[in-house]
């Protein structure tokens, strides 16, 4: 099992819908969730980053965490074609310093 | 957020030559920051761990001998890569931890560094 999972995609969503990407981690020790956004040929970008359980809202960012199920989603209301990317799910363990990504999930919004 | 930069963005060399590629934390100290390699249309891959004022933390599989990693100040890092080769040509990229071991830990990233190696 893979310390941090996600669905590699690609996940396609129509203009203006929820993209919803959703990643799980093993060690339940983890403290810190991030999701970065990553374009072709571009470093990642840091979008959000929870470290409670419940939901995070950041403009049409919405970060939810639930520690209990070791699961880390992102939402994204009103989906744009300029969302289209790949966007990582990163997690730091007990201790924080290890930090582990998930290989990413392509998301494609279409015009 | 933090700022990471990373110099230069792309570079070209010749095979043999080395080349240094800097990774410096413009608004805060990081005693740690991260290597990584990324190939086109994969996955980042974690290359080694830079700790100030110490050796870095060479992941599996990463020659030390080779990628040579030097963090002698609380904001800059520098990666060489040296007798540089084709297949050693790709995007490099830098991130800095903001609270190394404590809780709001986060990472940035540089802007990257395209390595292509003729």
């Known amino acids: 099992q893979k310390e941090v999972e996600q669905n590699s995609g690609p996940l396609s969503v129509p203009e203006g819908a929820i993209a919803s990407l959703n990643c799980t981690y093993s060690?339940?020790?983890?403290?810190?969730f991030f999701w970065y956004r990553q374009y072709s040929g571009k470093s990642p970008e840091l979008i959000m980053f929870?470290?409670?359980?419940g939901d995070k809202e950041d403009g049409r960012f919405t970060a939810q965490l639930n520690k209990a199920s070791q699961y880390v989603s992102l939402l994204i209301r009103d989906s744009q074609p300029s969302d289209s990317a790949t966007y990582l799910c990163?997690?730091?363990?007990?201790?924080?310093?290890?930090?582990?990504f998930g290989a990413g999930t392509r998301l494609f919004v279409k015009a | 957020g933090a700022v990471v930069s990373q110099h230069p963005s792309r570079v070209i060399c010749k095979s043999g030559t080395s080349v240094k590629i800097e990774c410096r934390s413009l608004?805060?100290?990081?005693?740690?920051m991260f290597w990584y390699r990324q190939f086109p249309k994969q996955s980042l891959m974690l290359m080694a761990t830079?700790?100030?004022?110490?050796?870095?933390?060479?992941e599996q599989g990463v020659e030390k001998d080779k990628f040579l990693i030097n963090h002698a100040s609380l904001t800059l890092s520098t990666l060489t890569v040296t007798s540089a080769h084709p297949e050693d040509s790709s995007f490099y990229i830098c991130?800095?931890?903001?609270?190394?071991?404590?809780?709001?830990?986060?990472?940035?990233f540089g802007e990257g560094s395209w390595l292509t190696v003729v």
């Open positions: 991130s800095a931890s903001t609270r190394a071991g404590q809780i709001g830990n986060t990472i940035y």
């Open positions: 060690d339940r020790g983890s403290q810190s």
């Open positions: 929870i470290y409670s359980n």
């Open positions: 990163a997690v730091i363990g007990p201790g924080g310093f290890k930090t582990i």
């Open positions: 608004d805060f100290q990081a005693t740690t």
């Open positions: 830079s700790n100030e004022g110490s050796k870095a933390t060479y």
